[in-house]
């Protein structure tokens, strides 16, 4: 062995007794607090580098309560450490924040909030996401912190297909599947639609809350209506038209800036970078009204407290900073995520945010409106609901099965999930208990 | 002392192990129930999955230990700037699952650079990872578990290798043995112990990737365990992703005690 | 024999195109610019490079500290699982004992189970033991998950290693452990580098149990791997290749042993 070796080795060997040594304080943090008094935020949103340095400076600069950690997880993390810390008795989390998707199995494990939201009535929040707050209960379990909402994100270059007699701004489906089609010939017979059906991608919600309430008037209910046999040939024909690699894409913005595709479907928030850079070329445009109407769905987060969690008036004292106005202006100026208060929104936003806020404006005030929520109630269950819709979507588009078949067959495994639920049907549908498909 | 040796050198280990793993194993797979069982053979992913897992591992696992193999034979046989080999042929071994699907993505996707290249050389690109065409889908994944993982093999037949006394071999070519003849009569028995731990540890381990295949295909090509973690991350089910786990678990374990019966020396 | 020579480093290249050139990408990317990476084509050659994505991702919070836990439970595991499993692997290969196999399929058994479904009782059995959010908790788990691979890979070494080498240093009056030390252990380096090498790996790459087993001391990887997939393309690839620097600097310093038995002729 040569000396340099030995020299290595030697070294080697001191790092390896180090490790343990340095190890002795059991870490270093990363969130940069963890210490004592400081609030531990764990969070579903914000996860994506700059979102998240993004939002830590808003809450360094706007709440002085305390010092707060913000820790962004995907959604598995985030329930199994609020459940294993809630079960064990030792809760380290001050506070969470979630989608209502992502709070809704977890309604045991959170604290009644009553008495915050009691103290928040000044904040003017809309009544049916108070409702939504209580996950099927009788009290707040969470405090609504942002909405959002789907839409579309137009390339100007896409315009010059759209049929004549057509506002791009109040589109029908029957129109928009025109354009795409008119749009994909003229493109040399590649697709310029995108939808997010990749693994991580949300198109279920393009079906629970647009597609289908548009078609049916309802999402649930009329599961397995005529009208829905219409509305999912519709999506067949759709599907033709959009590119194949879809399947792919879990945010559109991706493709739409890369210039792979010109028109996408998605949530604000997967679509605000793609305007980003060049806000004249783009057009940020409400979903298409169907024979129903327009459906759209509202997007929820929520703050909550865990079940037992040490210093909880600390975090009832952030949940208070992040619902003033102010706050909600900022977010919505940084991140896309649009206020839950009320209140005029400030005239000189980003141009991207500015282009959704009108179309969210637009597709909130069409007359035709049909609002949809996120499932209320389901707990667990939420993710499998959802996968009906995209077992469905792949029997029917990728699969090319009947569509009626298709139809019956997952109603029966939906019914399944929903009888088990037993709960009270969610906007679209009429209120009615149990919910299931007729 | 015959039997209590071995047994106080192999206790650390076990009960390490049965703290850390037996009791949370326990804990954990009492969850499922014949209904969940039943719920997992219903789902319209799981055959599909089990079949791609079966095909992946099939076809995955003889290339990975030929291309090793080569790679081991070549380095023993001394060419020039081995040590530069050998180090770009082990760092994949580094690189995170999660890394080398982007990767791996960046080449196949519609405008990756696969289809830059081609492009450059003014061929129509192609869409490698489209569900309408699963041969490519697939052989994308083979390739790119083929970079990722054969690192590994590599370094074991590597270690393996160098135990083996070169005067036997030298004296095999004394006798005249060709180079075929001492690969199979010298170098390959003398390397069984390593290629048995080599074939079960990759076994294993190819049943539990998913994160390569999931870059690159979605849900279009599925996979057991990334079935495991749809239901437990995404449909909240912990149930059924127990159930499909121990259906890996038993896969495993026959496949272990496979290859130990089989290649018992 | 030139001939011969020219075939040999002809398949060297090869293989280490195939090898070398998806590295070469996934630098290339991590120092595009954003912009670049949506163009079509992709640019193959470094002429519009940038190192504001990964100057963004080492300057966020906690990359730092996240290097620092990952270092620590990587070396510590590395450490922890070669003093619990070399043994072990020894025992493996000079011994035949009773229950050899059901030990081996034993010691498989952590491996072949998917672990997120153990995740729930092991973040229960950490918070209860105190130990949870700290880099023991995650050495722990790492050591558990690497002992499989070290206790086979170093009884495959071992096996190797000739007995007679072993017991002529008991006749010249060696006690067990010193022969074991002194001829056994130098023998089976390249093994042990080997081991070193996958656990340190293994440790340093591990996200999901790292993940659920802390909350504010996070390693790198459960950092930032999880929340990495969200962000825009540019950032994927920062973050891919500041992950495997480190780890590529330890699989540097093992190759000097791993390639022991040849010398060290090879550069």
């Keep these: 062995m040569t000396n340099e070796a030995r020299a290595t080795r030697r070294a080697l060997l001191q790092a390896a007794l180090a490790a343990p040594v340095l190890a002795a304080c059991g870490g270093v943090s990363t969130s940069g607090t963890g210490g004592a008094g400081s609030v531990n935020f764990l969070s579903t949103q914000f996860t994506p580098v700059e979102e998240r340095q993004r939002f830590e400076k808003i809450l360094a600069d706007k709440v002085t309560s305390a010092k707060v950690g913000y820790n962004p997880v995907d959604n598995a993390t985030f329930a199994t450490t609020l459940r294993t810390q809630v079960e064990a008795g030792k809760v380290q989390v001050n506070l969470v924040g979630g989608l209502h998707g992502d709070l ?70 029957d129109q928009f599947l025109s354009w795409m089609t008119a749009a994909k010939a003229g493109n040399g017979g590649k697709p310029v639609f995108g939808l997010g059906a ?58 739409l800036q890369r210039g792979e595709v010109l028109v996408g479907f998605d949530h604000v928030a997967r679509l605000a970078t793609a305007p980003k850079d060049k806000p004249d070329e783009w057009l940020m445009v409400p979903a298409p009204s169907g024979p129903k109407g327009l459906g759209y769905m509202l997007v929820i987060a929520g703050l909550g407290i865990p079940k037992g969690a040490p210093d909880a008036d600390k975090a009832k004292e952030v949940i208070r900073t992040l619902t003033t106005p102010p706050v909600q202006t900022e977010v919505l100026r940084q991140n896309a995520f649009f206020p839950v208060v009320k209140g005029d929104l400030p005239g000189d936003l980003p141009a991207a945010i500015g282009l959704e806020a009108k179309a969210v404006a637009a597709q909130q005030s069409a007359s035709n409106a049909i609002v949809s929520l996120p499932p209320v109630g389901l707990g667990s269950k939420d993710g499998e609901v959802s996968q009906i819709f995209k077992d469905t979507f792949k029997a029917i588009c990728l699969d090319g099965k009947a569509v009626k078949a298709t139809l019956d067959a997952q109603a029966t495994k939906l019914n399944a999930i929903l009888d088990e639920a037993k709960v009270a049907c969610w906007k679209p549908d009429p209120a009615g208990s149990p919910c299931r498909a007729a | 002392m015959k039997l209590r040796g071995p047994l106080l050198l192999i206790a650390p280990s076990l009960i390490f192990l049965t703290a850390l793993f037996a009791w949370p194993l326990v804990a954990g ?131 393996g290798m160098q135990s083996i006394p070169r005067d036997y071999d030298e004296a095999a070519a004394v006798f005249g043995a060709n180079y075929w003849q001492r690969l199979r009569k010298v170098i390959l028995p003398q390397l069984r112990p390593s290629l048995q731990v080599a074939l079960i540890l990759r076994t294993i381990l190819a049943l539990e990737t998913f994160a390569v295949a999931q870059a690159l295909t979605g849900r279009n090509m599925p996979l057991l365990v990334g079935e495991t973690y749809q239901w437990y991350a995404v449909l909240q089910n912990p149930n059924v992703a127990t159930a499909i786990a121990l259906v890996i678990l038993a896969v495993s374990l026959l496949a272990a005690f496979g290859y130990l019966r089989a290649l018992r020396s | 024999m030139r001939r011969h020579r020219f075939g040999l480093q002809l398949a060297c290249v090869a293989i280490t195109l195939f090898f070398g050139v998806p590295l070469y990408l996934i630098a290339l990317a991590a120092f595009s610019s954003r912009e670049s990476l949506d163009r079509f084509p992709l640019p193959l050659l470094p002429t519009d490079l940038s190192a504001e994505t990964i100057t963004t991702f080492l300057g966020s919070t906690g990359v730092v500290g996240g290097y620092l836990n990952s270092l620590m439970v990587g070396l510590s595991t590395v450490v922890l699982a070669l003093v619990i499993g070399v043994p072990a692997g020894y025992a493996l290969a000079r011994h035949a004992f009773r229950g050899r196999d059901p030990y081996q399929l034993f010691l498989l058994l952590t491996r072949a189970l998917p672990i997120v479904v153990l995740s729930v009782p092991l973040a229960r059995i950490f918070l209860q033991t105190g130990l949870y959010d700290t880099t023991y908790a995650v050495t722990l788990l790492h050591t558990a998950l690497a002992l499989p691979t070290t206790v086979l890979i170093t009884s495959a070494v071992f096996v190797g290693v000739p007995r007679e080498h072993e017991e002529a240093a008991q006749v010249f009056g060696a006690s067990p452990a010193r022969a074991f030390a002194r001829v056994v252990l130098p023998q089976a380096l390249p093994g042990i580098a080997a081991v070193a090498m996958f656990t340190f790996v293994l440790s340093w790459n591990e996200v999901l149990g790292a993940t659920i087993l802390t909350l504010n001391q996070r390693t790198l990887p459960a950092h930032v791997l999880t929340t990495l997939s969200d962000s825009p393309l540019a950032y994927r690839f920062a973050g891919g290749l500041a992950l495997i620097l480190p780890a590529i600097v330890f699989v540097a310093v093992m190759r000097r042993y791993l390639l022991n038995m040849w010398g060290t002729t090879l550069r």
């Design chain 1, 104 to 173: 809704a199995p977890l309604g045991d494990k959170l604290m009644d909030l009553d008495d915050l939201a009691g103290s928040l009535t000044d904040r003017g929040f809309a009544a049916d996401l108070i409702e939504l707050g209580k996950l099927g209960g009788t009290t707040a379990k969470y405090i609504p912190w942002m909405q959002a909402t789907y839409m579309m994100a137009v390339n100007k270059k896409a315009l010059q297909w759209l049929p004549s007699g057509a506002d791009v701004q109040k589109l029908t489906y």
């Design chain 1, 198 to 255: 990749g693994p991580k991608g949300l198109y279920h919600r393009f079906f629970q809350g647009f597609l289908l309430p548009s078609f049916t008037g309802g999402q649930i209910t009329t599961f397995r209506s005529a009208d829905a046999v219409t509305a999912w040939e519709y999506m067949k024909e759709l599907w033709a038209q959009t590119a194949p690699a879809s399947t792919n894409y879990d945010f559109v913005q991706e493709p």
């Design chain 2, 29 to 159: 797979l009492s969850q499922a129930n014949g209904a969940d069982i039943r719920r997992m053979l219903d789902d319209a992913y799981f055959w599909p999955a089990a079949r791609n897992t079966a095909l992946l591992i099939v076809v995955l696992i003889p290339l990975q230990f030929a291309l090793a193999i080569a790679m081991a034979l070549l380095l023993r046989a001394r060419p020039r700037f081995a040590g530069v080999y050998f180090y770009i042929w082990v760092i994949p071994l580094a690189i995170s699952d999660l890394a080398a699907g982007l990767v791996w993505l960046a080449v196949f996707t519609d405008r990756g650079y696969l289809n830059s290249a081609l492009s450059q050389l003014h061929i129509e690109g192609y869409a490698w990872l489209s569900y309408q065409h699963p041969v490519t889908m697939f052989l994308a994944v083979v390739v790119a578990e083929l970079w990722r993982s054969t690192s590994l093999v590599f370094v074991i037949v590597v270690a």
